[in-house]
């Protein structure tokens, strides 16, 4: 382990997933950065992912250590619940046509007794695990579901649907990435990797070729023979 | 899909990372940007600078001036809009108002004041802008399209689009609305996006939805190729005089068409989609190297040098050696019937296939008065037959008549003008109604006289005026 991070945790006293979560950061904004400069897919922004992945890997946390499936599981059924109620509570409302506010608190509301009924479900069936789960991964998923609901009302539900499935997708994605015991081994012990993503970010930031996904749009343009 | 060509072809294509790190950053600056993104800042300064933009009625800029907003000073017909709008989120239209204080929208819809009020709302909110921020509603007239577009777009105007950099109009579309994106004239939603070519203003390639390639209006025969924008010249000098105005480096202008006042700019985009290149089947990016670093002292110039570094040369050329279409002296002629039971039946267009005599004898077209009850104009000629106009008449009768019943008989919908017409029988008075009509496969509208023709062999003759883009081959009968 770097000495630094050693005398931070071994010394200090600071938990090491803190520092595990603070170092992996840098390296998820840049794979949301690339996913979308590269590849060419669209997220929530870039809070949004790094929101989920983030309440996945506490929904994991257990105090044994780190528990990917428990993670992968509750987080991918909280966020279930709270996309599914969330559109349920915005179709239910589109026909009334509610200021924007109101009809956002509803969506909200309805999300957070969404989870409040799979809690009690929970508890019900005696599934212990899922009623010890903690508060902060469920805010920050409902908060999510705000920017959902916000695409939904200007683009349409399909497009809502195809950026959360996107999103979900790269969140999960990173999720395993940062939950990978090689990645963490290698971020204890070079910590300044963190520091790569800013680079890698400067380039990207100046990367003007296609992104992926233009290949496959402009397909059409650039196999024609045209000459100039 | 060949390897090395689309290698090639790529230096072509402008991609999103470079339109925004090599195009939009540096040539439109903070304060060109505010203005595009402001409707009604950008028809304040585009006002100012005698380029026209549909007529302002009204703004509201927060709650206390909605609740104080004389809903009664609104014309039956008008645009509701958001200020900082994006892809057309939160504009209605509408276009007339019923007894009740109904206003109808395209899709005869009703919507109560209540209802617009709870929009302006909305769009206040900030609903429809960027970030949710605050908004303003505005209310403009609302554009009349002219006839030409009318089998061309549902239930919407077609929006003509310029993209130009460095003062040269560099690529264009038409969007037109189609039943798929419900009357929007957003490609995404299922649009058409006809590629304009930038030397004639014709129509050449299309793509409807995101990159399907298209060659007719669904369900119909319209081709999509061959339409020619009226007011091509005026449309580029507009463009590039907003360009001048605003600053705005490279923007895409869109613009509506007025059936009296012509073209008129509705949005300025700062960020200029890139789907034109699709219907263009061409990049934009090795236009804007060629344009860039041009210096364009004029607008004229700007527009010289769009049409030679743009204009699709071949297709001039073409034009040129084929020229005009050979028909014969007797062609099947399709007649569409009257727009609105067309509207309804949009899937297959209502047509009477009848025999057309070409007639280079005749200055103007004749149609049979049975024909054009069954087009759907009954109501037209009862309207004309009203006024008892005797059939037999001298030439001074036949002007004396005209003169008194002209403008009260022209003010029926349907009928655009009185003719005197002067044959071996005698002079007399018809009401001239506006068809249209595909011969040989082109399609446009003619201008024709009515009259009973049940005794002659053809219902219908084509005169001159009607044949400018044809070359009659008198040996020949029925082309197509």
């Keep these: 382990m770097n000495p630094l991070i050693e005398f931070l945790i071994e ?32 997220t929530f922004g870039i809070y949004a992912p790094i929101s989920i992945i983030f309440a996945f890997y506490q929904l994991g946390l257990e105090d ?48 957070a007794l969404g989870v409040f009924g799979m809690l009690a479900i929970a508890a019900y069936l005696g599934n212990e695990g899922f009623v010890a789960v903690d508060t902060l991964p469920i805010l920050l998923l409902i908060t999510v579901s705000e920017q959902m609901i916000s ?52 380039i990207i930031g100046k990367w003007t070729g296609f992104r992926l996904k233009e290949y496959f749009r402009f397909k059409s343009i650039m196999s024609q023979s045209e000459s100039d | 899909m060949n390897l090395i060509k689309a290698l ?70 008008f645009v509701i809009k958001p200020v900082t709008g994006l892809e057309g989120g939160g ?72 993209v130009v950099f460095n003062n040269i109009p560099i690529m264009s579309y038409v969007r037109l609305p189609t039943k798929q994106s419900n009357g929007k004239g957003n490609l995404a939603l299922g649009a058409i996006g006809a590629a304009i070519d930038i030397s004639t203003g014709i129509t050449t390639n299309a793509i409807i939805g995101k990159s399907q390639p298209v060659e007719f209006i669904p369900g119909t025969n319209l081709r999509l190729s061959g339409l020619k924008i009226p007011y091509w010249n005026r449309i580029l000098r507009y463009a590039i005089e907003a360009q001048k105005a605003t600053g705005l480096g490279f923007a895409a202008i869109d613009f509506l068409m007025d059936r009296e006042k012509g073209p008129m700019i509705v949005e300025l985009n700062a960020r200029p989609g890139l789907s034109i290149q699709l219907s263009n089947k061409d990049g934009l990016k090795w236009r804007l190297e060629k344009a860039q670093g041009l210096r364009v002292k004029s607008v004229a110039q700007g527009v010289r040098l769009g049409k030679d570094l743009f204009g699709g040369e071949i297709e001039e050329e073409v034009e040129n050696i084929t020229g005009k279409q050979v028909i014969g002296f007797v062609e099947w002629a399709n007649l569409y019937h009257k727009e609105e039971n067309l509207e309804e039946k949009r899937k297959k267009p ?99 006289n009515v009259v009973d023709r049940s005794r002659l062999i053809y219902p219908m003759i084509i005169g001159r005026r009607d044949l400018s883009q044809f070359i009659i081959d008198p040996t020949k009968k029925f082309n197509a």
Excluded: C
Aim: hydrophobic share 45%; proline share 3%; aromatic share 10%.
């Design chain 1, 64 to 111: 044994s250590g780190m528990n990917l499936v428990r993670g992968l599981k509750y987080g991918l059924g909280l966020s279930l619940v709270v996309f599914f109620t969330a559109s349920v509570a915005h179709e239910a409302t589109r026909k009334i046509k509610l200021h924007y506010l109101p009809k956002m608190s509803i969506v909200l509301s309805s999300v």
């Design chain 2, 350 to 448: 209502e047509v009477e296939k009848v025999k057309a005599k070409i007639d280079t004898g005749a200055m103007i077209t004749s149609v049979d008065s049975n024909l054009a009850v069954k087009l759907g104009y009954k109501e037209a000629l009862d309207y004309f037959n009203k006024f008892n106009i005797p059939d037999n008449l001298t030439r001074s009768q036949a002007k004396e008549l005209s003169k008194r019943y002209g403008a009260t008989i022209e003010n029926h919908e349907d009928i655009v003008d009185l003719s005197i017409i002067h044959s071996s029988h005698g002079t007399t008075l018809r009401p001239m109604i506006l068809f249209m009509i595909t011969i040989s496969g082109i399609k446009y509208e003619v201008k024709a």
């Design chain 2, 8 to 77: 090639q072809n790529r230096k072509r294509v402008l991609g999103i990372n470079e339109r925004n790190l090599r195009y939009i950053r540096p040539y439109n600056r903070r304060k060109a940007k505010r203005i595009a993104d402001n409707k009604l800042l950008t028809k304040i300064i585009l006002t100012k600078n005698e380029i026209p933009v549909p007529q302002l009625i009204a703004s509201i800029g927060n709650y206390a001036e909605l609740e104080s907003f004389d809903w009664n000073m609104l014309p039956s017909s």
């Design chain 1, 151 to 202: 695409i939904y009302i200007k683009k349409g539900r399909k497009a809502a649907y195809i950026l959360t499935l996107s999103t979900l997708f790269i969140s999960v994605l990173s999720y395993l990435l940062i939950t990978w015991n090689v990645i963490h081994q290698l971020i204890l012990n070079y910590p300044y990797l963190a520091l790569l993503g800013i680079i890698l970010n400067l």
């Design chain 2, 91 to 162: 504009i209605e239209i509408f276009y007339n108002r019923d007894k009740q204080g109904n206003w109808i929208k395209a899709d005869r819809t009703r919507v109560s004041l209540e209802q617009i009020k709870t929009l302006a709302r909305s769009i206040l909110d900030g609903k429809f802008s960027l970030h949710n921020s605050p908004d303003k509603v505005f209310f403009e007239e609302r554009v009349k399209m002219p006839k030409i577009f009318k089998y061309y777009a549902y239930k919407g105007a077609p929006d003509i689009r310029i």
């Design chain 1, 11 to 42: 010394t200090k006293g600071i938990p090491e997933t803190s520092i595990i979560l603070l170092l992996m950061l840098p390296i998820v904004a840049t794979i949301i950065a690339v996913w979308r400069q590269i590849i060419g897919l669209r």
